[in-house]
């Protein structure tokens, strides 16, 4: 079986820096990813991570800890356009990705 | 390219009626996925076809359920009959196989209501 968690919600400033765990327990593993989704939306690539370490595009970081199940994104300079949902998936077989619920992160000004 | 196109985008229907979802996949991509997106259960994993071939159904909830994929360009996914608990986004992804990320495709989802 497999157990991803993440937290449900979040509020961060705009302008601030904003760190969205997730944690994850598979029977096999091939890679992380996380994905985008605003409200109403279709959920959009933005990371995915292999390796342990840390990967850097532009505003948007993504760690991985494969020891410790363990994986964060990392979002600076927060925007309003921000406020979406940030779903942590593992791809464990085949082509199957498994995601978490979801972190709905609210941008205030 | 056009995207991972769906149709209907709203789907309301009342309980026990058949509803047919559809999908057509990004030009060349080789794998299609059928996600269903709850606010209680997030988002999951109906099945999904490789080549046209489905390679792994168990997560489609029960034998209301079924999808085909009848050429490397369209898929269905059909409920009958439907029920008040199908109510959901459903959204229909593709990815390209040999990526090593593995990144997929959404199309912009099927809402569906059972009424």
């Known amino acids: 079986g497999q157990n991803i968690d993440q937290p449900t919600e979040m509020t961060a400033t705009e302008g601030a820096i904003v760190q969205i765990n997730c944690t994850y327990q598979?029977?096999?593993?091939?890679?992380l990813f996380w994905y985008q989704q605003h409200a109403g939306e279709a959920p959009t690539f933005l990371s995915y991570n292999v390796l342990d370490g840390l990967e850097e595009k532009g505003r948007f970081s993504s760690f991985l800890s494969r020891s410790k199940g363990y994986s964060y994104l990392l979002l600076k300079e927060l925007q309003m356009k921000d406020s979406a949902s940030y779903l942590c998936?593992?791809?464990?077989?085949?082509?199957?990705?498994?995601f978490g619920k979801g972190t709905s992160l609210l941008v205030t000004p | 390219d056009a995207g991972v196109i769906q149709s209907p985008r709203h789907e309301v229907t009342e309980m026990g009626q058949e509803v047919t979802l559809r999908c057509k996949p990004i030009?060349?991509?080789?794998?299609l996925f059928w996600y269903r997106q709850t606010m209680m259960r997030g988002l999951e994993l109906l099945i999904y076809?490789?080549?046209?071939?489905?390679?792994?159904d168990s997560g489609m909830p029960e034998d209301r359920f079924s999808a085909k994929m009848p050429n490397a360009s369209f898929s269905t996914l059909k409920i009958q009959p439907s029920e008040p608990r199908d109510s959901a986004v459903y959204f229909c992804?593709?990815?390209?196989?040999?990526?090593?990320?593995?990144?997929?495709?959404f199309g912009p989802g099927t809402r569906l209501t059972v009424t």
């Open positions: 998936a593992v791809w464990n077989s085949g082509y199957a990705l498994n």
């Open positions: 992804a593709s990815s390209l196989e040999g990526t090593p990320t593995g990144e997929q495709y």
């Open positions: 598979t029977s096999g593993f091939n890679g």
């Open positions: 076809f490789n080549n046209n071939v489905p390679i792994d």
């Open positions: 030009s060349g991509h080789d794998y």
